[in-house]
């Protein structure tokens, strides 16, 4: 269902960016494309695709995201640094509906502590930067990072001076979770008693909230209330420590309270639930059973009351229909005879846009899978288009392996890979277990060598014969990546996990750039945990 309303929000989305930031979560361009193609076909008004100064990748997303879509907003964000700017303008030049978001902390714990300036100097510093941003889109976003821990006439100064220096919108971000909802609320009603420019001049008043204490989706919505009129978020609520506010539950909140907000976001709702598993997907993050509106039992009834409740009457204890979310009333169950026609159009109801090479390497792989097991569910077609989409940095692929082991024997692993020439290589390893033995010998070919930081594997699907998933996250130098494999046997999962991960450093390595030297005056560290 798509919402409509008196005074509607806009949303803005930085899954992209704050949420790739959650450890563990690097996405690369393909997954990001995807994600921001649904959001687009969501609704969602902005897009913040990146930190283009932090690396080529971000650079590449954003670049790449801005030029191919036609209706959202695409943002890049940046430091109140001429350089970030400059690197942000190049990463949206040429494309037509942008944004440039700029930062700068303004909390007196801030200022002493971490950028070691006066007040002065950093608004000095913010307007310059907003007049520079404007250079390269008239569509500029400022953020007083750490807002919510600012002087209130510290923001009103602040925020005056970069409206009167060209920003369109003003972020008043909760940067480390510390506020609660009366006091968020309170916050917006002040700045806007005191500078009725912002209703003049239709300036927008932004909420970023982090969910430090658990108040992130209270405080965007007290933020509402005081006339904040976009609130951003992330798909699963995924981000920096505790995360960001949930925009799932933003959105379904507006819409099913629209009575008490007066508010609403023009989004299709009906595309939240297949959005939140492709996130969780790529990302590596499990979306918790109670997770509101997006998890396994938030439609869920087992008590007999609530059972008895739900037969006579579903709104007694049902206050959403799933279906408004998008979660399917039942599923889709294909098999070994399913045909090509069945499977692209079960991809398209799960939200993925594939081209036919990517097709068709899936529905290889689906065959191959049907094969193996009697019934192919939604999670199993979901884990092959996950992998698939994965195969763009494939630097080396499994051919075959044998493992030994056993009650007083020395593990083995003997492993052949193929690199992207062709080129087949063997090699051998003894270690503790079967799965040490295999990684030593990976790494022995690869010539990759990796810190093991953390083995999950479950099974995707139900049932003896159930895809198992392994997931693994690996320190490799000063870069962490995870990997992702699936098979029906579980040492092989191991080793595609392991190897998805060499791959992911091998093209981190490949698109790598020197970096730029950075001076004082543009802080230390990129410190991208912000705003």
Known sequence: MTTTGP?????????????????????NLAEKME?????????????EAGFPITSQGDFEAVHAISHELERATVAGLARCVPRDIDRAGE???GADNTRIHVFCATSKIHREHKLKKAIDEIIRISVESVKQARQYTDNVEFSPEDGSRTELNVLVDITQAVIEAGATTINIP??????????????????REKLPVIDTKDIYLSAHCHNDLG????????????????????????????????????????ATRCDFFNSTANINTSKIYPLSRMVSNFTGLSVQRNKAIVGENAFAHEAGIHQDGMLKHRDTYEIMDPRDVGIPASKLVLGKHSGRHAFRDRIGELGYTVDDDVLEL?????????????????????????????????????????????????????????????????????DDGPIDALYSAVQRITGVATTLEDYQTRAVTGGKDAQGEVTVRVRHRDQTVR???????????????????????????????????????????????QP
Request: aromatic share 6%.
């Open 35 to 47: 994600i921001a193609r649904h959001l687009e076909q969501m609704g969602v008004d902005v897009i």
């Open 215 to 254: 108040l992130a989706v209270a405080n965007s919505l007290a933020a509402v209330q005081n006339g904040c009129r976009q609130v951003e978020g992330t798909i699963n609520g995924i981000g920096e420590r505790a995360g960001n506010a949930a925009l799932e539950e933003i959105v379904m909140t507006l």
């Open 91 to 93: 990463a949206i030049a």
């Open 174 to 191: 909760d940067t480390v979770g510390y506020a609660v909802p009366h006091e968020y609320g309170h916050i917006f009603a002040f700045v």
């Open 362 to 430: 899936a529905f290889a792989a689906f065959k191959d899978l049907a094969d193996k097991k009697k019934d192919v569910y939604d999670e199993d077609i979901e884990a092959i288009l996950d992998e698939q989409l994965d195969h763009s940095s494939h630097y080396w692929d499994l051919v075959r392996f044998q493992v030994n082991s056993g009650t007083d024997l020395i593990s083995t692993a003997t492993v052949v890979l193929r690199d992207s020439a062709g080129v087949e290589a063997l090699d051998a390893a003894a």
């Open 7 to 27: 005074a509607p929000i806009r949303i803005f989305d930085t899954t992209l960016r704050d949420g790739e930031q959650s450890p563990g979560a690097t996405l």
């Open 483 to 529: 990997g992702r494999g699936l098979s029906t046997d579980v040492i092989e999962a191991a080793a595609k996990a392991y190897l998805s991960a060499i791959n992911r450093i091998r093209s981190i390595e490949a698109r790598a750039v020197p970096a730029t030297t950075m001076t004082e005056t543009d802080e230390a560290v990129v410190d991208v945990a």
